[in-house]
T-cell receptor, first 114, second 116 residues
């Protein structure tokens, strides 16, 4: 595997379900990010982990819970979501000390909440 | 506060012609980076080109070039010789340092459709 992978690619869940999104990066980066992309809205940064420590939480509701067990893996735990949480969830990674700090994105998880 | 603006929700271009996608930004930081990403219908964000705020020359990557006008705070993407595979959403983004890490904010995107 190369780059940034995300599983599952598609997820349909009810409002009472608990599920987790997984992201894995194979680039040796030290920072990982969760973004939410809703229809007709700019990409919204949700969480940032730098060196496995959360450094950003952009007023995200507590029904979204991130976890970064090591520098290569990032999870987003979901529980009691709302239909308006349906969106594309993108994971990205970067090397925070790099010049361009280019973020490499995964293919995303398309989430539908019924 | 940092802000990225893309004013073209959608654009058409004829195959083999050049097209310019607009992006303006706002920041008071002297050090920042500007990125363009392409998002095809598959959803993946693909990095295209980067311009640092201190770079003297405009960035170029193959058919992509970034028209960086610092005084006007614009960073337009120019795609030369458009191809059908260029049809996608294009996002301009700005990187800045805050709270011990780099952040990236995105514009609302421009949907480009290349006509055969």
């Amino acid at each position: 595997e190369t780059g940034v992978t995300q599983t599952p690619r598609h997820l349909v869940m009810g409002m009472t379900n608990k599920k987790s999104l997984k992201c894995e990066q194979h680039l040796g980066h030290n920072a990982m990010y969760w973004y939410k992309q809703s229809a007709k809205k700019p990409l919204e940064l949700m969480f940032v982990y730098s060196l496995e420590e959360r450094v950003e939480n952009n007023s995200v509701p507590s029904r979204f819970s991130p976890e970064c067990p090591n520098s290569s893996h990032l999870f987003l735990h979901l529980h009691t979501l709302q239909p308006e949480d349906s969106a594309l969830y993108l994971c990205a990674s970067s090397q925070d000390r790099g010049r361009a700090n280019e973020q490499f994105f995964g293919p995303g998880t398309r989430l539908t909440v019924l | 506060a940092q802000k990225i603006t893309q004013t073209q929700p959608g654009m058409f271009v004829q195959e083999k012609e050049a097209v310019t996608l607009d992006c303006t930004y706002d920041t008071s930081d002297p050090s920042y980076g500007l990125f363009w990403y392409k998002q095809p219908s598959s959803g993946e964000m693909i990095f295209l080109i980067y311009q640092g705020s201190y770079d003297q020359q405009n960035a170029t990557e193959g058919r992509y070039s970034l028209n960086f006008q610092k005084a006007r705070k614009s960073a337009n993407l120019v795609i030369s010789a458009s191809q059908l595979g260029d049809s996608a959403m294009y996002f301009c983004a700005m990187r800045f340092w805050m709270d011990s890490s780099y952040k990236l904010i995105f514009g609302s995107g421009t949907r480009l459709l290349v006509r055969p």
